[in-house]
């Protein structure tokens, strides 16, 4: 089975600061990666599918590059409603593998 | 509105069985697939299972192969998990999740709240 592994599992930036997250997945998986967005207690939400398409309604300081094994998701200017752990997915086959999280904080 | 609904947690003796349910609203169930995803207490996202929109099942994740048989019913709206030989590490909330549209869309655009399920003695 393709493993899907993020890094850092962690980090610490300012508000305003640009944050990069890395997901690689351990075989060629095309454009079939999706990103999520977890706050704590609630519902993962969708931002970014076939690695580089915005959800509706995602704003634009969301975006997602890559193709193949590796990908990342950027923002661009971190705000304080962005706390959260970072998903990403392959979905290309069975099983549809995710990445084991970022958690992204204030500093 | 999408809406998808989970029930049928609760707590079970290792070994066991449940049924969790899905009821699915607010758009054309038949046009689309499903998935089942779950999160064990402080851990991360796993995939259990998924299946299209026309019933083909697109498998399962190795830790429930076996054990776990997903299914759905069109006249019901409903997407279904049925789990046996419940293990104390599948102890997890258990989301219902919908596919995006189109061909090969297998992510997942639209959560439910999940259901818990707990395996202990």
């Known amino acids: 089975d393709i493993q899907m592994t993020q890094s850092p599992s962690s980090l610490s930036a300012s508000v305003g600061d640009r944050v990069t997250i890395t997901c690689r997945a351990s075989?060629?998986?095309?454009?079939?990666l999706a990103w999520y967005q977890q706050k704590a207690g609630k519902v993962p939400k969708l931002l970014i599918y076939?690695?580089?398409t915005l959800q509706s309604g995602v704003p634009s300081r969301f975006s997602g590059s890559g193709s193949g094994t590796d990908f990342t998701l950027t923002i661009s200017s971190l705000q304080p409603e962005d706390v959260a752990t970072y998903y990403c997915?392959?979905?290309?086959?069975?099983?549809?593998?995710f990445g084991q999280g970022t958690k992204v904080e204030i500093k | 509105e999408v809406q998808l609904v989970e029930s049928g947690g609760g707590v079970v003796r290792p070994g066991g069985s449940l049924r969790l349910s899905c009821a699915a609203s607010?758009?054309?169930?038949?046009?689309?697939?499903l998935s089942w995803v779950r999160q064990a207490p402080g851990k991360g996202l796993e995939w259990v299972s998924g299946?299209?929109?026309?019933?083909?099942?697109?498998g399962y994740a190795d830790s429930v192969k076996g054990r776990f048989t997903i299914s759905r019913d069109g006249a019901k709206n409903s997407l279904y998990l049925q789990m046996k030989g419940l293990r104390v590490e599948d102890t997890a909330l258990y989301y219902c999740?919908?596919?995006?549209?189109?061909?090969?869309?297998?992510?997942?655009?639209?959560w439910g709240q999940g259901t818990l399920v707990t395996v202990s003695s």
């Open positions: 076939a690695a580089s």
């Open positions: 999740a919908r596919d995006g549209r189109g061909g090969g869309s297998y992510f997942s655009d639209n």
């Open positions: 997915q392959k979905y290309n086959s069975a099983p549809r593998a």
């Open positions: 075989q060629d998986i095309s454009n079939k």
């Open positions: 607010g758009f054309t169930f038949g046009d689309f697939g």
């Open positions: 299946i299209t929109w026309n019933s083909v099942v697109a």
